[in-house]
């Protein structure tokens, strides 16, 4: 719902389309889906988004604490070879 990066706000796009596309956010809808249907409770939701955002931020930690590659290695990682 935000701009293309970090120096995009968005303001090329009207602010009530922004706030009609909010309203239909597939994770608002799902927690509102499963509270009214009472297959979890805030309390569970409020659990399952604090172990999320702990997750998050321990993988940033782990990934600032790493060495980067050289630059000559930067591709090693990201395709695999044909068999």
Not at 11 to 23: C, G, I, N, Q
Not at 47 to 64: K, M, W
Request: proline content about 5%; glycine content about 6%; aromatic content about 8%.
């Amino acid at each position: 719902m935000k701009g293309h990066g970090v120096y995009d706000k968005g303001d090329y796009r009207p602010k009530d389309e922004v706030a009609k596309w909010l309203e239909r956010d597939p994770i608002k809808v799902l927690k509102k889906n499963l509270l009214d249907h009472k297959l979890i409770t805030q309390a569970e939701i409020d659990e399952v988004e604090s172990a999320t955002q702990r997750e998050i931020e321990e993988a940033v930690e782990f990934a600032l604490q790493g060495t980067p590659l050289p630059f000559e290695q930067i591709k090693s990682f990201v395709y695999a070879e044909g068999q």
